[in-house]
């Protein structure tokens, strides 16, 4: 089971980018990283999620290096709206492995004005 | 559509009730999850249904009782709960298991308060 460590909080202005890492040193070959974004009171929202290098979508980018030992989660120009919990999670679900069922502590983000 | 569903939004229980949440998905995933989340907490997987079976269960107490009728429905009963269960419980669904089959859709939760 991969373990995820980020940081515990963040704060950021409006307009700004914000680029939030995860480190997953026991990553292993089948395993992906995916990132879900919670508002208080609600359930988890997937933002993003990836193997290798560098995948964008419409709300966020993740950048993973060569040894994937890594990646981070990069919000453009961020807004109030974007103040939440992210979550990190590394596994692939297969074989038993429930990796990608277990959530870390996730860093919490704070857009101030 | 493309929703989790979950019922109902709030419920509050004394400790000898049975009450029981539900949770729907249309989107033909084939596994279903039940999460227990704290105040200022992640969520905690508790239970994981592949194919309507129940495939991973996270040592939950047995006053937590999951049942899966069919491939859309989940549902969460509950016995003789004691005050510290007292959590928002979030359903989710997944197309399947592994890489992108396994990305999760989450419900809205239910907010549970055992008195």
């Known amino acids: 089971l991969a373990k995820t460590t980020q940081p515990i909080s963040m704060d950021s202005y409006e307009g700004q980018e914000v680029n939030i890492t995860c480190s997953h040193n026991?990553?292993?070959?089948?395993?992906?990283i995916t990132w879900y974004q919670q508002f208080p009171s609600q359930g988890p929202r997937f933002i993003i999620q990836?193997?290798?290098t560098k995948v964008t979508n419409e709300v966020a980018s993740l950048f993973i290096p060569a040894d994937r030992k890594s990646s981070t989660l990069s919000l453009p120009r961020v807004s109030l709206s974007d103040t939440a919990v992210y979550y990190c999670?590394?596994?692939?679900?297969?074989?038993?492995?429930?990796?990608?069922?277990?959530f870390g502590k996730g860093t919490k983000l704070s857009v101030k004005p | 559509d493309t929703e989790v569903t979950q019922t109902p939004k709030h419920l509050v229980m004394g400790m000898t009730n049975k009450k029981s949440l539900k949770c729907e998905q249309h989107?033909?995933?084939?596994?279903m999850y039940w999460y227990k989340q704290k105040a200022k907490k992640p969520p905690e997987l508790m239970f994981v249904?592949?194919?309507?079976?129940?495939?991973i269960n996270e040592s939950v107490p047995s006053r937590f009782s999951p049942e899966c009728p069919n491939s859309s429905l989940l549902n969460l009963h509950l016995h003789a709960l004691q005050p510290e269960d007292s959590a928002l419980y979030l359903c989710?669904?997944?197309?399947?298991?592994?890489?992108?089959?396994?990305?999760?859709?989450f419900g809205p939760g239910t907010r549970l308060l055992v008195l």
């Open positions: 026991n990553i292993a070959t089948n395993d992906y």
């Open positions: 249904y592949s194919y309507e079976k129940l495939s």
């Open positions: 989107m033909g995933h084939r596994a």
């Open positions: 990836g193997y290798k």
């Open positions: 999670l590394v596994g692939n679900g297969g074989g038993g492995s429930q990796g990608n069922l277990i």
């Open positions: 989710a669904s997944s197309p399947g298991f592994g890489g992108p089959e396994g990305t999760q859709y």
